[in-house]
Structure formats: C-alpha cells, structure tokens
C-alpha cells in the first residue's frame, strides 16, 4: 500500500507542479511590471523583492517542511499561490507589486527544497533511490510543458484580451493545484523539535562541514542567478526584433525543448558523462545567447531558444540529494536556495541597471560572459569529487 501511494504521490506532484506553472500572463510579466513602474530596473526589482522574500523565508520554510512534513508544505505554498496571483490581478501601483512579490517568494520557498525531498523520500520508501535522476528529470519537465502551453496560449490570450483578464484566468490553474495538494499523502512521520535554535544551527553546520557541498552552492548560486536574470530579461530583447503577439513563441520553444532534455535526462546519463553534459550544455547556452544577440535579427530568438535542449537541472538535483543529510534534507535543500535567491535579488538588479545606461543588449551579452566563471567551478568541484570517490556509484566524468 505505501509502494502504491510512494507512486501516486509522485504522479500527484507532477500535475501540482504542472498547474503551478501555468501561468498565461508570463511572457508579458516583465513588459507589465515595467508599465507600472515606468522602469526597466524597478520592474526587475520586483523579481529582486520576490527574490528577497524567498531568500528569507528559504531556511524556515525548509525547516518546517522537515517538521510538519511535505504534504502540508505544498498545501501552504498552493495557498500562497493563490494569493499571490489575486494580488498580480487587482494591483495598480510599485506598492502592491511588492506585496505579489512577498507572496509570491513565499510561495517559493514554500516548495524549493521540499517538493525535491517530496520525491526523494518516495522514491526511498520503494528502495529505489538509483532512479532518482531519471524520476526527477520527468516531474521537472512538467513545469516546462506547462510554461510551453502558457507562453502559447497566453500568446493568442493577450492578442485577444487585457493583461487583467489573462492574469485573472491565470488562477483557475492554482485552484486546482490546491485541491491535488489535499490528496497528497505523507511519506513518514516527521519529529517535530520546537527549538527553533537547534533547528536552524543544525542543518547550517551540515552544511559547513561539507566543502564539496559548499563550493557548489557558491558556482550554483552565480550561475542560477545569472541565468534567471537573463531568462526574465529576453522578452525585452525580443520585442526589439519581433512583433508583441508573437513574443510569446521563443519561450514556447524554449520550455518545449526543457521539456524534451528533462524528460530524455535518463537516456542521456547513460551514453554520456554528467561532467561532459554539463560542460557541453553550458559552452553551448554561451556561445547560442551572445550569438543571438549579436544577430539582431528575426532568427535572433531561434537562436537563443535552442539551448534550451541541453538542460543539466536533473543532474545538480540529483547530486545535491546525495549530498543532503535524511533528517535535514528539504533544510539543506533550502539553504543553497537561500545562497542563490540572495545572488539573484543582487544580480537581476545589476542586469536592469546596465539595460538602463547602456543597451540591452550589451547587457545581456555581458551576462553570458560572467557564465564562464561558474562554468569553470563547477568542472573543478566535479574533478574533485572523482578524486574522493565521493560518488562512486555516478558516472560524474
């Protein structure tokens, strides 16, 4: 019976992070944020405050989760959800804008380390935690459908109609997210400690004590940060060469392709080191962004879109799961959020801030370039994780 709900609740997890994802206004978000702002950098700096509240709330959250279990967890962040989509919706002003961001980070850290936990611990409770990278390469997908099928239909949706009503129509999808998270079922039962002290102190202090884990929470951090900052800025370098209706197809592509490369993530791990997909993907993700940009032209998009095919997002979970401790997992897993959202607040801010005083595009291609130094990190850390057998059951070169 527990084998039986460990499968259901994987499935469960899938449609809830599916409908979580579903959100028809994104394409437009920056351009909306913008409009209300009157500038580029205060409506990236909606992201930074979103950012900013998820980076505070990452370690309680993550805290929580190991306390009154995963299943509550995601109920919570499926309520937040809700709200931070009505706030989007009647908001008029920079005010009100930071109170969607507040919710809306909430919402995150609701979900950041535990939802990975969530299919961890079910995966466990089969005894088949080898299948880990393969299992969470297809739940991850679904947020990629589901960003394709809204960057799609939100595209003819806002051809159609305001940015009000496609953010209104926008809820229907987390009210069902909410009622799937009610049939959830919990994997075990959780110690509920109530000394917070000790709570916090100690999955900080796992966290220390592991260097390996250190060093790749640093190169993750900046490499996550960067290429958030520029996956929420494109849609600004893509009005510049294509029509308002259409800015919704390139993040169409773009999530079609995460799609396939999370989903295919198995296959590939078994032809292919982890080390060399990482050093592919990421060379490619450079080399395909400045080339884009530099185009300036109608195929600019395609171009930029197409590494989306070589996703590497199933390998850092499936390494930074072994790495976490069982009691503390989904508290780890928040504390190298908490590093990457602080990160993130102060480099998409910087990434507004050259838009403004210089160009987009000079901006962008500026980003792409500081790749190279987590890129080089990360390949260092994996060396070294090959000198200590740290993994020795992963092909990680």
Same mark, same amino acid.
């Given at each position: ?158 051809? #159609? =109609? !305001?940015?009000?009503?496609? *953010?209104?129509?926008? %809820?229907?999808?987390?009210?069902? /997210?909410?009622? +799937? @998270? ?96 990482? #050093? =592919? !993907?990421?060379?490619?993700? *450079?080399?395909?962004? %400045?080339?884009?940009?530099?185009? /300036?032209?109608? +195929? @600019? ?97």
């Amino acid at each position: 019976m527990e084998k039986d709900n460990a499968r259901k609740n994987v499935l469960l997890l899938a449609l809830i992070q599916f409908f979580n994802q579903i959100n028809f206004y994104s394409v437009i978000i920056i351009l909306y944020f913008a409009d209300i702002t009157g500038s580029y950098m205060l409506g990236m700096s909606i992201f930074s405050i979103a950012t900013i509240s998820t980076a505070i709330l990452e370690v309680p959250t993550g805290i929580l989760s190991d306390r009154i279990g995963r299943k509550k967890t995601i109920v919570l962040g499926s309520i937040c959800s809700i709200i931070s989509n009505i706030t989007l919706l009647i908001t008029y002003n920079y005010q009100l804008l930071i109170v969607y961001a507040i919710f809306n980070g909430l919402e995150k850290s609701l979900f950041s380390g535990n939802n990975d936990a969530y299919v961890y611990d079910n995966l466990k409770l089969k005894a088949e935690e080898r299948t880990y990278v393969g299992v969470i390469g297809k739940v991850k997908s679904m947020t990629y459908l589901a960003s394709a099928i809204s960057a799609l239909i939100g595209g003819v949706l806002l051809f #159609i =109609f !305001s940015y009000k009503l496609v *953010i209104a129509i926008s %809820i229907i999808p987390k009210i069902i /997210q909410l009622i +799937l @998270s009610i049939k959830l079922k919990e994997t075990k039962k959780y110690n509920a400690d109530n000394n917070l002290i000790k709570n916090i102190k100690l999955p900080f202090k796992e966290v220390i004590k592991n260097h390996i884990l250190m060093r790749k929470i640093l190169a993750d951090s900046i490499m996550k940060s960067i290429n958030e900052s520029c996956y929420q800025f494109r849609t600004t370098f893509y009005q510049i060469v294509w029509v308002e209706w259409a800015l919704g197809i390139p993040r169409v592509l773009s999530n079609i392709g995460a799609f396939v490369s999370n989903w295919i993530g198995e296959k590939v791990v078994s032809k292919m080191s982890r080390k060399n997909i990482i #050093i =592919f !993907s990421n060379t490619y993700s *450079i080399f395909s962004n %400045i080339l884009g940009a530099s185009l /300036q032209n109608v +195929l @600019s998009p395609i171009v930029m879109v197409s590494n989306s095919l070589f996703q590497t997002e199933y390998i850092d979970a499936e390494i930074e799961q072994k790495l976490y401790k069982d009691e503390y997992r989904a508290s780890m897993g928040s504390i190298k959020s908490l590093f990457e959202n602080c990160f993130f607040s102060l480099f998409s801010v910087f990434l507004g801030v050259l838009a403004d005083n210089f160009s987009i595009i000079a901006a962008f291609i500026i980003f792409q370039l500081l790749r190279i130094i987590p890129l080089i990190m990360t390949v260092k850390i994996i060396n070294n994780m090959k000198k200590q057998n740290y993994f020795g059951e992963l092909k990680l070169t």
